[in-house]
């Protein structure tokens, strides 16, 4: 099977299809990818693991800070504790809180990051002359990376430090 073929196959089976887990698999949600494959992600109940991504999935579907998983348990493993079965999209997210098997601690701290979430900055509606130096200087009308964490520094803060 060529490598386009089987590509097709995985999206259609990851995007089509909507699964529910079984007794022994949990809903996760991930957490940090630490590399070679593995995910650190987080259970409804608060404990973290590794998991590790299945050569299926390796190089045709990509999973990034806060997506949603279904993992089936590995006994022998000591750091790496489950595999992942299922990527979980928001169409199946969206069936799964309407089937009532979607975690209530996934709700609320869902509810809690879109609250918190900062805004992408709106571009300048007129744009600078070339030969201003605050166009170098002002980064605030670039791209913001979702997948990084944003830390905000208030004025208060630096205005204490500066006096200290």
């Given at each position: 099977m060529s490598q386009a073929t089987k590509r097709k196959h995985v999206v259609k089976e990851v995007l089509g299809e909507h699964m529910v887990p079984s007794d022994q698999q949990q809903i996760v949600r991930v957490l940090r990818t630490p590399g070679n494959n593995l995910h650190e992600v987080e259970t409804a109940q608060g404990q973290r693991f590794l998991v590790s991504m299945p050569s299926k999935y390796r190089k045709n579907i990509w999973i990034k800070r806060g997506d949603f998983l279904i993992v089936d348990p590995i006994e022998e493993g000591e750091k790496v504790k489950a595999e992942i079965s299922f990527v979980l999209c928001k169409d199946h997210v969206r069936s799964l809180k309407k089937d009532g098997l979607w975690p209530e601690a996934f709700?609320?701290?869902?509810?809690?990051?879109?609250?918190?979430?900062?805004?992408?900055?709106?571009?300048?509606?007129?744009?600078?002359?070339?030969?201003?130096?605050?166009?170098?200087?002002?980064?605030?009308?670039?791209?913001?990376?979702?997948?990084?964490?944003?830390?905000?520094?208030?004025?208060?803060?630096?205005?204490?430090?500066?006096?200290?």
């Open positions: 709700e609320v701290a869902e509810k809690h990051n879109n609250r918190n979430r900062p805004t992408q900055p709106e571009l300048p509606a007129e744009p600078q002359a070339s030969g201003e130096e605050s166009s170098s200087e002002d980064d605030s009308d670039l791209f913001v990376n979702t997948n990084r964490r944003q830390y905000h520094e208030s004025e208060e803060e630096s205005e204490e430090e500066e006096t200290a």
